[in-house]
């Protein structure tokens, strides 16, 4: 293997043979020549094409959809509408990452009485060609009322504003409001009296932010196809994050059983959440079986992606945080405003957890709200909700730091949370390495390298995430050489067959190479949660272990009975069993194993003791004082990964989620008119960082063992989105003298707060 | 429906025809017509690089050319960058070797400019590298390992003798 | 995308003929990187598609006899980033050419693409400008000249009549001292569409000390790209060395016109047309001295 000169690991020679290894993955072949399948790739006989109407206005009632000129093109063999959706039940389904009320759901696939943003769907058409199937869309008419859009959580607020959902009420912790209102729901956290903690600080900052809304921008649109057949049986493909949560979603809205669904996976071009919530199987399910069940694929367009898929929220904080002389915490506060999109489900429940959950603080109060807006329903992404309120939390302990002339990792250790101390919702955190991070990231030589130059700044944050465990089942078959079969059904969005067949093999005592893992679809594997929450390397990676323990436990004892000894004395020996004067290697028990009866082992898991995660983060930057851009000069992560695995994927997850985070914290943004029209639908303007826009990307894994994993394993993939806003606006502060308290810190807003600072205005 | 129209090019070495309508882009007729789905798309309007393949050994987005522009031409597309005996090309290994791709959507396009580049500058700086890759978006990997991976190549055949290419084109 | 007929033609000849023919419904094409964009997004609409790039004498870039260059349609941004006498000679419509797009965009677009296309943001329009490029336009009745400054008369219209085809740029020779630049400000490093651009030509005198002629041109800041003249006659004439920066942003900012949408605000470019201006201005005075005399440090922007 080539050395990595980008990563450093914080611990001593890994104890396993296997783990902590750097192979290349099974699929890679695959993926570098072009033959792995993803979901527009797959083409069966006979196929259609589908496309989907979307309303071109962001809030309006739908008075009338005529679809008759569309059916009667010729190669159109079928449209559906809202009319053909079963009214699906009011009933909150959660899907991992994320809780969704199925009705709302239903309404988001097909509009029903109301549009509610621009790029709701309407109708859809499947067709002998794509260019029918668009010629049919022009086709379609639809008389709607015009009504006016609410776009913000500021507009959704006010007393008179225009009410989205007609039977939407604010539930306040399980009581629900009288009247109708914009704001699905009020949460709150406390502990400690708030006043009496900020009459105990020598100072307190309080500051209001401003968050846009983002993409996740993975590069494969959403795409699907189904097959309906005449006795009722439904096959789905699907690029997804989840084929079981594809399954449930689609059985809830078009009522049908899930035995009668199978789900099978393709591979996935990028999720990071966005690919959990159904957009295209229902309808692609539907219009095969108006179609005489031809099979029906459909493919979004990157400006659907853009427009009719999740984002993540914009959001109004506001942070109020006091301290001590010596920089103890001694109150904190958070008001989070976030926007839901067209129906309730922000992520601010998660945001509420992320907030204050580095710091120990026996005071504090978070107050959330999940706000409709006339936006796309806002989905997961990674660590969702937890990059805004960071940006603004991290923003205010920096001020108090250096208000208080305290170094900005010192402000923190001093802080910092430990084992047993609770979370923002009271739970107690376990075994957890933030310290490590912090400590790892002081002796860094990033750190301890001093920044020279005019114009530019370090700035530091950190991040906590909770991860998740979540279901998992897994098939293992011996085969007689010795390999072994292993049937997962976790999707695997990067790099995840390697690093759960790595803890199969070190279960087994076996090389991974022997490991021949693949993704099975729902009919071939017990149940799955999606690969999301961080979850699949740990549990479904639990479930790799268990499997290792098994198979190993079996063949012992089938060679105890083949050589008539009590099971007791069978022992792992070198790469292979040994009893007394026996000895065979691994590829000769399997083969004695098997003579008699194959031998395959299942097992199924649910993990509680995932370990939380911590990240953090450094950056130098120079800003440009005429133009106001923010070029990234260096970047290090440090990040607690309980035991990485693959530790060439685990800083591959850090850098993906920095990335992200930068593209976040400088430039991504949703632009809309006051008509609610989202201006920029493609990847020109939806500014995502390219190759030129981000330096080398430094790593720095900590190891504090999860007690909760057989291998000490925390999730990763998440955690490392959290910081880099609040990272690169304190290194923007320190490079300018300005904070800026809006996302994205983007040239023109840049250059105003400098103006505002200086005076200078371009009209003098 | 307008007329079809015959297009025949050189297609990873050999020769192809294939029945397309005029309208139909070179990525469409790629992966809808020829079934060469390793060439992929993210944008279709020319802003992600996925679609990227080597036209006369120039780097195009196959989604803003037509396919008839290509009559009689010769194109490389990821299907063609191994060996016919499998081997992979060397950028194909780096970037397993360098773990430089995550759901690998991306990657097809990212392995045709980086030839791209090593073509016309076989030992580039980062900078360089950067900039030939600006055109192709990644969201997994924050580029840094796919950056090292081409920069290994150029390194490792710099040291190396010059052999026969690896690819037809 | 719509349906549509292609016809690849070999002459200029055939091109206006079908032009002719088939009136409105016909569109040019040339690199494509624009007109398929649009069509599939329908922003425009075409029922035959003329493919221009096999006409031969297009693809040419001919070194006239007077230093000047003849830049037939077709050429691409990559062939003019091989084109030693490009680079060196026009350096101003090199910084321009060689920044359209990334290296795949690179690949098919083409100068006259980009004019024609017609966008205020364009970025080969400014250094064009300053250039005193002509562009030569065939037609039904026969060839014509006009200074590529009077080209765009809107966004994304031209002085174009029905039935004309661009068919070369003729960038005159420049003089001697002579210098150019194009700057333009993106939100990214590539990959992006000019926030403001700003392109500057300047002659000297005097080995090196005074301005002889002075052209500005700005991008993104008006309807279609501006010619500044109120820099140049401000600057005719005048010792290099007392020219107040300040000054010329100040004129810059004054000559621009800009909006405010989705890639920047008002604000922004009229702050971006001096700021770019004057960093041009000292890119070209460094350009134009070194054309005489082994290149001078400049100060730092």
């Given at each position: 293997m080539?050395s990595?000169p980008?990563?450093?690991?914080?611990?001593?020679?890994?104890?396993?043979r296997v783990?902590?290894?750097?192979?290349?993955r099974?699929?890679?072949?695959?993926k570098?020549?072009?033959?792995?399948?993803?979901?527009?790739?797959?083409?069966?006989?006979?196929?259609?094409?589908?496309?989907?109407?979307?309303?071109?206005?962001?809030?309006?009632r739908?008075?009338?959809?005529?679809?008759?000129?569309?059916?009667?093109?010729?190669?159109?063999?079928?449209?559906v509408?809202?009319?053909?959706?079963?009214?699906a039940?009011?009933?909150?389904?959660d899907?991992?990452?994320?809780?969704?009320?199925?009705?709302?759901?239903?309404?988001?696939?097909?509009?029903?009485?109301?549009?509610?943003?621009?790029?709701?769907a309407?109708?859809?058409?499947?067709?002998?060609?794509a260019?029918?199937?668009?010629?049919?869309l022009?086709?379609?008419?639809?008389?709607?009322?015009?009504?006016a859009?609410?776009m913000t959580v500021?507009?959704?607020?006010?007393?008179?504003?225009?009410?989205l959902?007609?039977?939407?009420?604010?539930?306040?912790?399980?009581?629900r409001?009288?009247?109708?209102?914009n704001?699905?729901?009020?949460?709150?956290?406390?502990?400690?009296?708030?006043?009496?903690?900020?009459?105990?600080?020598?100072?307190?900052?309080?500051?209001?932010?401003?968050?846009?809304?983002v993409?996740?921008?993975?590069i494969?649109?959403?795409?699907?196809?189904?097959?309906?057949?005449?006795?009722?049986?439904?096959?789905?493909?699907?690029?997804?994050?989840g084929i079981?949560?594809?399954?449930?979603?689609?059985a809830?809205?078009?009522?049908?059983?899930?035995?009668?669904?199978?789900?099978?996976?393709?591979?996935?071009?990028?999720?990071f959440?966005?690919?959990?919530?159904?957009?295209?199987?229902?309808?692609?399910?539907?219009?095969?079986?108006?179609?005489?069940?031809?099979?029906?694929r459909?493919?979004?367009?990157?400006?659907?992606?853009?427009?009719?898929?999740?984002?993540?929220?914009?959001?109004?904080?506001?942070?109020?945080?006091?301290?001590?002389?010596e920089?103890r915490?001694?109150?904190?506060?958070?008001?989070?405003?976030?926007?839901?999109?067209?129906?309730?489900?922000?992520p601010?429940?998660?945001a509420?957890?992320v907030?204050?959950?580095?710091?120990?603080?026996?005071?504090?109060?978070?107050?959330?709200?999940?706000?409709?807006?006339?936006?796309?329903?806002?989905?997961a992404?990674?660590?969702?909700?937890?990059?805004?309120?960071?940006?603004?939390v991290?923003?205010?302990?920096?001020?108090?730091?250096?208000?208080?002339d305290?170094?900005?990792i010192?402000?923190?250790?001093i802080?910092?949370v430990?084992?047993?101390?609770?979370?923002?919702?009271?739970?107690?955190?376990?075994?957890?390495?933030?310290v490590?991070?912090?400590?790892?990231?002081?002796?860094?030589?990033?750190?301890?390298?001093?920044?020279t130059?005019?114009?530019?700044?370090?700035g530091?944050?950190?991040?906590?995430?909770g991860n998740?465990?979540?279901?998992s089942?897994?098939?293992?078959?011996?085969?007689?050489?010795?390999?072994?079969?292993?049937n997962v059904?976790?999707?695997?969005?990067?790099?995840?067959?390697?690093?759960?067949?790595?803890?199969?093999?070190?279960?087994?005592?076996?090389?991974?190479?022997?490991?021949k893992?693949?993704?099975?679809?729902?009919?071939?594997?017990?149940y799955?949660?999606?690969?999301g929450?961080?979850r699949?390397?740990?549990?479904?990676?639990w479930?790799?272990?268990?499997?290792?323990q098994?198979?190993?436990?079996?063949?012992?004892?089938?060679?105890a009975?083949?050589?008539?000894?009590?099971?007791?004395?069978?022992t792992?020996?070198?790469?292979?069993?040994?009893a007394?004067?026996?000895?065979?290697?691994?590829a000769?028990?399997?083969?004695?194993a098997?003579?008699?009866?194959?031998?395959?082992?299942?097992?199924?898991?649910?993990?509680?003791?995932y370990?939380?995660?911590?990240?953090?983060?450094?950056?130098?930057?120079?800003v440009?004082?005429?133009?106001?851009?923010?070029?990234?000069?260096?970047?290090?992560?440090?990040?607690?990964?309980?035991?990485a695995?693959?530790?060439?994927?685990?800083?591959?997850?850090?850098?993906?989620?920095?990335?992200?985070g930068i593209?976040w914290?400088?430039?991504?943004?949703?632009?809309?008119?006051?008509?609610?029209?989202?201006?920029?639908?493609s990847?020109?303007?939806?500014?995502?960082?390219?190759?030129?826009?981000?330096?080398?990307?430094?790593?720095v894994?900590?190891?504090v063992?999860?007690?909760?994993?057989?291998?000490g394993?925390?999730?990763?993939?998440?955690?490392?989105?959290?910081?880099?806003?609040?990272?690169?606006?304190?290194?923007?502060?320190?490079?300018?003298?300005?904070?800026l308290?809006a996302?994205?810190?983007?040239?023109?807003?840049?250059?105003?707060?400098?103006?505002?600072?200086?005076?200078?205005?371009p009209?003098? | 429906?307008?007329?079809?129209?015959v297009?025949?090019f050189?297609l990873?070495?050999?020769?192809?025809?294939?029945?397309?309508e005029?309208?139909?882009t070179?990525?469409?007729?790629?992966?809808?017509?020829?079934?060469l789905?390793?060439?992929?798309?993210?944008?279709?309007?020319?802003?992600?690089?996925?679609?990227?393949?080597?036209l006369?050994?120039?780097?195009?987005?196959s989604?803003?050319?037509?396919a008839?522009?290509?009559?009689?031409r010769?194109?490389?597309?990821?299907?063609?960058?191994?060996?016919?005996?499998?081997?992979?090309?060397?950028?194909?290994?780096?970037?397993?070797?360098?773990?430089?791709?995550?759901?690998?959507?991306?990657?097809?396009?990212?392995?045709?400019?980086a030839?791209a580049?090593?073509?016309?500058?076989?030992?580039p700086?980062?900078?360089?590298v950067?900039?030939?890759?600006?055109?192709?978006?990644?969201?997994?990997?924050?580029?840094?390992?796919?950056v090292?991976?081409v920069?290994?190549v150029?390194?490792?055949?710099?040291?190396q003798p010059p052999?026969?290419?690896a690819?037809?084109? | 995308?719509?349906?549509?007929?292609?016809?690849?033609?070999?002459?200029?000849?055939?091109?206006?003929?079908?032009?002719?023919?088939?009136?409105?419904?016909?569109?040019?094409?040339?690199g494509?990187?624009?007109?398929?964009?649009?069509?599939?997004e329908?922003?425009?609409?075409?029922?035959?598609?003329?493919?221009?790039k096999?006409?031969?004498?297009?693809?040419e870039?001919?070194?006239l006899?007077?230093?000047g260059?003849?830049?037939?349609?077709?050429?691409?941004?990559r062939?003019?980033?091989?084109?030693?006498?490009?680079?060196?000679?026009?350096?101003?419509?090199?910084d321009?050419?060689?920044?359209?797009?990334?290296?795949?965009?690179q690949?098919?677009?083409?100068?006259?693409?980009?004019?024609?296309?017609a966008?205020?943001?364009?970025?080969?329009i400014?250094?064009?400008?300053?250039?005193?490029v002509?562009?030569?336009?065939a037609?039904?009745?026969g060839?014509?000249r006009?200074?590529?400054?009077?080209?765009?008369t809107?966004?994304?219209?031209?002085?174009?009549?029905?039935g004309?085809?661009?068919?070369a740029?003729?960038?005159?020779?420049?003089?001697?001292?002579?210098?150019?630049?194009?700057?333009?400000?993106?939100p990214?490093?590539e990959?992006?569409?000019?926030?403001?651009?700003?392109?500057?030509?300047?002659?000297l005198?005097?080995?090196?000390?005074?301005?002889?002629?002075?052209?500005?041109?700005?991008?993104?800041?008006?309807?279609?790209?501006?010619?500044?003249?109120?820099?140049?006659?401000?600057?005719?004439?005048?010792?290099?060395?007392?020219v107040?920066?300040?000054?010329?942003?100040?004129?810059?900012?004054?000559?621009a016109?800009?909006?405010?949408?989705l890639r920047?605000?008002?604000?922004?470019?009229?702050?971006?047309a001096?700021?770019?201006?004057?960093?041009?201005?000292?890119?070209?005075?460094?350009?134009?001295?070194?054309?005489?005399t082994?290149?001078?440090?400049?100060?730092?922007?």
């Amino acid at each position: 293997m080539p050395s990595v000169p980008a990563s450093s690991s914080e611990t001593a020679a890994p104890a396993w043979r296997v783990v902590g290894t750097r192979p290349v993955r099974p699929d890679g072949v695959d993926k570098v020549t072009g033959r792995a399948l993803y979901g527009a790739d797959l083409s069966l006989p006979g196929m259609l094409t589908g496309r989907v109407l979307r309303s071109p206005l962001a809030h309006a009632r739908i008075k009338k959809i005529d679809t008759s000129a569309a059916r009667a093109l010729p190669g159109v063999r079928a449209v559906v509408t809202s009319a053909d959706l079963p009214r699906a039940a009011d009933r909150i389904e959660d899907l991992g990452e994320g809780a969704i009320n199925l009705r709302y759901l239903s309404d988001n696939l097909l509009a029903g009485e109301k549009v509610l943003y621009h790029g709701h769907a309407i109708a859809a058409v499947a067709a002998t060609s794509a260019s029918i199937a668009e010629q049919a869309l022009a086709l379609i008419r639809v008389d709607y009322e015009p009504l006016a859009p609410v776009m913000t959580v500021t507009e959704a607020l006010k007393p008179d504003a225009p009410l989205l959902l007609a039977d939407l009420h604010t539930d306040r912790m399980g009581q629900r409001d009288a009247a109708p209102s914009n704001v699905a729901s009020h949460l709150r956290h406390e502990r400690g009296k708030l006043e009496e903690g900020f009459r105990k600080a020598a100072l307190i900052i309080d500051r209001r932010f401003r968050t846009e809304t983002v993409h996740q921008g993975y590069i494969e649109p959403q795409a699907a196809t189904a097959q309906v057949q005449a006795d009722g049986q439904v096959t789905i493909w699907s690029s997804t994050q989840g084929i079981f949560a594809v399954r449930s979603q689609v059985a809830e809205v078009l009522g049908l059983p899930v035995s009668q669904i199978k789900v099978v996976p393709t591979e996935i071009g990028g999720g990071f959440g966005g690919k959990i919530s159904v957009y295209l199987e229902p309808l692609a399910v539907l219009l095969s079986r108006h179609a005489g069940f031809l099979p029906v694929r459909l493919v979004m367009s990157r400006t659907e992606v853009l427009t009719s898929t999740g984002p993540t929220s914009g959001s109004d904080i506001r942070i109020r945080i006091g301290a001590d002389a010596e920089g103890r915490l001694t109150a904190m506060q958070a008001e989070l405003y976030y926007e839901a999109g067209a129906y309730p489900g922000s992520p601010v429940g998660a945001a509420a957890v992320v907030s204050f959950a580095p710091y120990a603080c026996d005071t504090m109060r978070v107050d959330g709200y999940d706000v409709v807006v006339n936006r796309p329903r806002a989905s997961a992404y990674r660590a969702p909700g937890g990059t805004n309120v960071a940006f603004a939390v991290e923003s205010v302990i920096d001020e108090l730091a250096e208000s208080l002339d305290l170094d900005p990792i010192e402000m923190r250790l001093i802080n910092a949370v430990r084992e047993g101390d609770r979370r923002p919702d009271n739970l107690p955190l376990s075994k957890i390495g933030y310290v490590e991070c912090l400590q790892a990231l002081r002796q860094s030589d990033h750190y301890r390298t001093p920044l020279t130059g005019r114009h530019r700044g370090r700035g530091v944050a950190c991040g906590y995430w909770g991860n998740w465990g979540g279901q998992s089942s897994a098939t293992a078959v011996l085969n007689s050489d010795g390999s072994v079969g292993f049937n997962v059904a976790s999707t695997d969005i990067g790099g995840s067959r390697a690093s759960l067949a790595m803890q199969l093999a070190e279960s087994l005592g076996i090389d991974y190479s022997q490991v021949k893992p693949r993704i099975g679809d729902t009919d071939s594997v017990s149940y799955n949660d999606v690969t999301g929450g961080s979850r699949t390397t740990f549990a479904t990676g639990w479930a790799a272990y268990e499997l290792g323990q098994k198979l190993s436990a079996e063949l012992r004892q089938r060679l105890a009975l083949l050589w008539e000894v009590p099971v007791d004395t069978v022992t792992r020996q070198g790469d292979g069993f040994a009893a007394g004067e026996k000895r065979v290697g691994f590829a000769e028990a399997a083969r004695l194993a098997c003579e008699d009866a194959p031998l395959m082992v299942s097992t199924t898991v649910h993990p509680k003791g995932y370990g939380a995660a911590f990240s953090v983060q450094c950056a130098d930057v120079e800003v440009d004082p005429d133009t106001g851009k923010v070029t990234v000069l260096r970047y290090t992560i440090v990040q607690d990964a309980g035991k990485a695995v693959h530790p060439s994927y685990v800083e591959g997850q850090m850098q993906g989620g920095v990335a992200q985070g930068i593209g976040w914290a400088l430039n991504e943004e949703y632009v809309y008119n006051e008509k609610g029209e989202l201006l920029n639908g493609s990847l020109l303007d939806y500014r995502m960082p390219t190759a030129c826009d981000l330096p080398m990307i430094d790593t720095v894994i900590v190891e504090v063992p999860n007690p909760g994993h057989p291998y000490g394993v925390r999730g990763v993939g998440e955690v490392n989105i959290i910081p880099p806003a609040g990272t690169l606006a304190n290194a923007i502060h320190r490079a300018t003298g300005v904070r800026l308290t809006a996302l994205p810190m983007s040239p023109p807003r840049v250059l105003a707060a400098l103006w505002d600072k200086s005076g200078y205005s371009p009209f003098a | 429906m307008r007329k079809k129209s015959v297009l025949e090019f050189t297609l990873n070495g050999e020769t192809r025809a294939v029945l397309c309508e005029p309208q139909q882009t070179l990525l469409e007729v790629l992966r809808d017509e020829l079934r060469l789905t390793g060439t992929k798309e993210g944008c279709s309007n020319g802003n992600c690089g996925a679609c990227n393949v080597l036209l006369d050994g120039v780097l195009v987005n196959s989604c803003l050319i037509l396919a008839l522009e290509v009559q009689g031409r010769t194109l490389l597309t990821v299907e063609g960058l191994a060996r016919s005996d499998g081997t992979l090309h060397p950028l194909q290994q780096a970037f397993l070797d360098h773990a430089a791709l995550q759901c690998g959507i991306c990657t097809p396009g990212f392995l045709l400019s980086a030839k791209a580049l090593l073509d016309e500058h076989p030992l580039p700086t980062e900078s360089q590298v950067r900039f030939w890759l600006a055109g192709n978006l990644c969201r997994c990997t924050g580029y840094d390992k796919i950056v090292r991976a081409v920069l290994d190549v150029a390194r490792t055949q710099a040291a190396q003798p010059p052999s026969v290419s690896a690819t037809p084109v | 995308m719509q349906a549509f007929d292609y016809h690849p033609v070999s002459t200029v000849n055939e091109a206006l003929a079908l032009l002719a023919r088939e009136g409105a419904g016909a569109r040019l094409l040339n690199g494509g990187t624009d007109l398929l964009a649009q069509l599939k997004e329908g922003r425009r609409s075409a029922n035959h598609v003329i493919d221009i790039k096999r006409i031969p004498e297009l693809s040419e870039v001919r070194e006239l006899q007077d230093g000047g260059i003849w830049l037939g349609a077709a050429v691409t941004c990559r062939t003019l980033s091989h084109h030693a006498v490009w680079r060196e000679r026009f350096p101003g419509l090199h910084d321009a050419t060689h920044l359209i797009g990334g290296v795949q965009i690179q690949g098919r677009a083409t100068v006259v693409g980009n004019l024609c296309n017609a966008s205020p943001a364009a970025d080969s329009i400014p250094a064009l400008i300053v250039h005193r490029v002509q562009v030569c336009i065939a037609g039904p009745s026969g060839l014509r000249r006009v200074p590529v400054e009077g080209f765009c008369t809107a966004p994304g219209r031209t002085v174009l009549l029905p039935g004309e085809v661009v068919v070369a740029l003729e960038v005159p020779p420049p003089p001697a001292e002579f210098g150019a630049a194009y700057l333009r400000f993106i939100p990214r490093n590539e990959m992006d569409i000019a926030v403001a651009g700003a392109a500057v030509a300047v002659e000297l005198g005097g080995e090196g000390s005074r301005f002889q002629s002075v052209r500005v041109a700005l991008g993104a800041v008006g309807p279609t790209p501006l010619a500044v003249d109120a820099i140049g006659a401000r600057l005719a004439g005048r010792p290099v060395a007392e020219v107040s920066l300040d000054e010329i942003a100040s004129l810059a900012r004054a000559a621009a016109r800009p909006i405010s949408d989705l890639r920047g605000t008002l604000a922004q470019r009229r702050h971006l047309a001096g700021v770019l201006t004057v960093r041009a201005l000292r890119v070209a005075i460094d350009r134009a001295r070194r054309s005489v005399t082994p290149p001078p440090l400049s100060p730092p922007l």
